[in-house]
């Protein structure tokens, strides 16, 4: 499975490349992710949960960084296994552009998964990879915003006013806590 796009994130890309390298962000923002440790230079341990199709596994896997080029680009790979539901690996390249709302997020991914998970298909399997890839970085730009407008003018609305713009944000914020 191959599969790239570019999303929008409201953030300076000094602030997108930090969290990208940092363990509690990488938790908040993986889909399922119920544990995420390491470090950059050594490479994170994480633990997902995830239901594709009829197959719920929880896989256990290493990712490694390289080809690092501090707020531009880096090299993700990794390997997960879920035990019967079969295996997943690959890698990307994540590219970081200024742009006029923050920065533009560029990535290439390139995925190959085993066993029960490629029985069923790659419509299937593409259809959810890219709804994880959208909710990662719907979840990414959630956790970036509180700190993005915390540094605004500081202006406060008035009591019973939403603060401009803030629309499904502020909803997603108050339901998931990250606010």
């Known amino acids: 499975m191959q599969m790239s796009d570019q999303k929008e994130i409201a953030a300076d890309p000094a602030t997108v490349y930090a969290a990208l390298l940092t363990p509690e962000v990488l938790k908040a923002c993986v889909p399922g992710a119920q544990e995420v440790t390491g470090t950059p230079e050594e490479g994170f341990e994480a633990t997902v949960t995830q239901k594709v199709g009829p197959v719920k596994a929880t896989f256990k896997g290493q990712v490694t960084l390289s080809d690092l080029a501090e707020n531009e680009t880096l090299t993700i790979s990794g390997e997960g296994k879920g035990g019967a539901a079969g295996f997943a690996k690959g890698g990307a390249v994540v590219t970081l552009a200024p742009s006029e709302s923050g920065t533009l997020l560029s990535y290439e991914v ?39 407008e915390a540094e605004g003018d500081g202006e406060t609305p008035a009591d019973g006013e939403a603060p401009e713009g803030s629309g499904k944000k502020g909803w997603f914020s108050k339901v998931t806590g990250r606010g």
């Not at 490629?118 to 970036?144: E, T, V, W, Y």
């Open 110 to 148: 390139e995925a190959k998964v085993g066993g029960k998970l490629a029985q069923l298909g790659s419509r299937i399997i593409d259809g959810f990879a890219k709804k994880m890839a959208d909710q990662f970085f719907a979840n990414l730009q959630a956790h970036l915003a509180p700190q993005e």
